[in-house]
């Protein structure tokens, strides 16, 4: 008895012993991304400098050598580009759209879908149907909808607590509006955007034609003008929408991942992931989506440098290209990571924008999830508190096939969508204080993940 006794107490203390180590490190790696943070000051340079940077575009280009730069000169073991084909859908001439009754036109903000078809040079005029689910527009049926076009403005559900669960929501509108609108031969597809704010700005995303329908043009219309279109219907029926887009898809183009690591001095061939995604939608500088994410995870790796931090395993940062309109970078690396014999523990994705930090979602087995639990205490005092199964990362999601355990940084939700996807995702609406908490609980996950394993 007494031996099980001073065993049992032996485990403790060592167990209280390494909580500690983790804390005082914890605590370092915080007062390094507060004090000596670059993170902003390199999204600065990633937003203003660089700018929007859609897959296949100069932008995007740009940001691929400029993060390379930014990796080489902070002297990361390893700084390496992986090519990727990207789709390259270009804009245009911006778009044109207004609500017709009789001699009056309201014009209104639309944005086309990245993606979509163009309308053709004399743009498209029809009468409209508004419907608020696929089921509804399958209701009316081809009758009712045979040459008109569909105005999906099914809002995100403002009493969703987390916003990203509002998005889930409304988002198929925006991905299959336009194929299912087809389906029933409508000429056009207009979607309400993604936001639970009330503005003029369109918020676009991607979105994709199903095999065998008709390519027909489709466009984010503001919440504004959504609300509008509405009221108008309700009045005059009648009523006829005209848009104008002037879009393409060229051919597929060259691109890159770019990464950069530090070689694990105990476990080399043992690697943890935390990255983000460089492309950002053509109308916005990405400031929150995903510039933030793609700073932060640089600065994960500046950090350790810093603090003298000898990783045992290696860690690499990666900025994945073409989340947006593709994922065929995070399709790339996940299967060069395979093709190289790679073996990845662990993927830390931020993309959810650079706000107050509140915890990491995990997507693995519960006993993998259980081994996360014992962190708990160490992350608590920075405000990192809803730990447990959740969402991952859309670019780190195909490394989960070969057994990583993935881990998807939550920040605060509150406002991501107000700014999502549209000319007002600047770099005036993150909080340097705001990016840097984030950078160091990014830090501090790996630094336990790469300490205890999984
Ligand atoms: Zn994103």
Not at 84 to 92: K, L
Not at 207 to 232: C, E, H, Q
Not at 318 to 345: C, P, S, T, W
Request: aromatic share 8%; charged share 25%; proline share 4%.
């Amino acid at each position: 008895m007494k031996k099980t006794i001073t065993l049992l107490f032996t485990v403790l203390v060592g167990y209280a012993q390494a909580q500690n180590a983790d804390s005082v490190a914890i605590r370092k790696i915080y007062n390094e991304a507060l004090a000596h943070g670059k993170s902003y000051e390199w999204l600065r340079y990633l937003t203003k400098q660089v700018g929007p940077r859609l897959s296949g575009s100069a932008g995007a280009q740009k940001a691929v050598d400029w993060t390379k730069q930014v990796m080489e000169k902070e002297g990361f073991d390893r700084v390496f580009l992986q090519d990727v084909m990207v789709p390259y859908w270009v804009r245009g001439a911006k778009e044109e759209a207004y609500i017709r009754m009789g001699k009056q036109k309201t014009t209104v903000p639309i944005a086309a879908l990245g993606g979509s078809v163009a309308t053709g040079p004399k743009g498209v005029e029809a009468g409209v149907v508004e419907v608020k689910s696929f089921s509804e527009l399958r209701e009316l049926g081809v009758d009712k909808v045979k040459g008109k076009i569909v105005f999906f403005n099914r809002p995100m559900d403002p009493t969703k607590i987390n916003t990203f669960e509002a998005y889930g929501g409304a988002v198929d509108q925006r991905a299959n509006g336009a194929t299912e609108a087809a389906k029933l031969g409508a000429v056009g597809a207009i979607v309400r955007s993604m936001t639970n704010i009330h503005d003029d700005n369109p918020h676009v995303g991607g979105m994709r034609y199903g095999t065998g329908v008709p390519l027909i043009p489709t466009a984010a219309i503001s919440t504004n003008g959504a609300d509008l279109l509405s009221k108008s219907l309700a009045e005059n029926p009648g009523l006829t929408f005209y848009f104008k887009q002037n879009c393409e898809s060229l051919p597929d183009a060259k691109s890159y991942n770019v990464v950069g690591e530090i070689k694990g001095s105990e476990k080399p061939d043992e690697i943890i992931v935390v990255g983000g995604h460089l492309d950002s939608w053509d109308l916005a500088e990405g400031a929150h989506d995903d510039g933030a994410g793609c700073v932060q995870s640089i600065e994960v790796l500046r950090i350790m440098k810093a603090l003298g931090i000898k990783p045992k395993r290696t860690i690499r940062a990666v900025m994945f290209m073409n989340e947006e309109n593709g994922l065929r970078g995070g399709v790339q690396y996940a299967d060069l990571a395979k093709k190289n014999n790679e073996k990845h523990i662990a993927a830390v994705e931020s993309d959810n924008g650079g706000f107050t930090p509140r915890g990491f979602g995990i997507v693995g087995t519960p006993d993998q999830r259980a081994k996360v639990m014992p962190w708990k205490p160490v992350l608590a005092p920075y405000g990192l508190l809803e730990i447990g199964a959740g969402g991952g990362g859309a670019d780190i999601g195909p490394l989960a096939q070969s057994g990583t355990v993935l881990f998807g940084f939550k920040p605060d939700s509150q406002r991501y969508f107000d700014y999502h996807h549209t000319t007002i995702d600047k770099f005036e609406t993150v909080s340097q204080r705001e990016l840097e908490l984030g950078a160091a609980s990014m830090a501090a996950l790996v630094y336990l993940l790469d300490q205890h394993g999984l």
